[in-house]
């Protein structure tokens, strides 16, 4: 029987600012609304877009720089695996959340709208830039659209 792979990797542009909280540890932690697009054509052969939205969060350092660098509409690439909490409302009522648990957060644009900046990996740890962040793995706790981006060519796949 072969092994299982849990693993996400998405193109697209943040829906609003990260929110930056800390767990009761200290443990930085950002959520992020991030959407992405699909366009088909219907039955009648006009032509249709959806958007999707998926929650993601990013811990640690590097929860700390997207939140000092990322803004609602950005474009990023986020690497990770889903994963699905359980949770109880206000009545007791038990909800579920999938969301993306991020590894690696690279930034696609400069965000000022002007001339294209290189993609940043905001998961590598370096000291000269402010862009780059480390992810510790190890204590991971529980818009306009990507197709009009045209650094989505740096994307490494």
């Known amino acids: 029987m072969a092994g299982t792979y849990n693993r996400v990797m998405l ?3 943040l829906g609003r600012d990260p929110e930056l909280r800390y767990t009761q540890a200290g443990t930085p932690v950002a ?3 991030l959407a992405t697009d699909e366009s088909y054509n219907d039955r009648e052969g006009n ?3 959806k958007t999707e939205w998926h929650r993601v969060v990013v811990w640690n350092r ?13 474009l990023v690439l986020v690497e990770g695996s889903l994963q699905t909490r ?5 009545q007791g009522q038990n909800r579920y959340t999938t969301e993306i648990k991020a590894q690696r957060v690279v930034f696609m644009d400069s965000g000022q709208g002007g001339g294209e900046r290189p993609a940043q990996d905001a998961s590598q740890d370096s ?7 480390q992810s510790d793995d190890n204590q991971n ?8 981006a045209s650094a989505i060519d740096d994307a490494p796949f």
């Open 11 to 13: 193109v697209g542009r």
């Open 31 to 33: 959520n992020l609304s």
């Open 47 to 49: 032509r249709q877009s």
């Open 62 to 74: 590097q929860a700390e720089t997207v939140s000092n660098y990322l803004g609602k509409g950005r």
């Open 86 to 90: 359980k949770w109880q409302d206000q």
């Open 127 to 133: 000291e000269e830039d402010p862009f780059d962040a």
């Open 141 to 148: 706790m529980g818009p306009a659209f990507p197709s009009e």
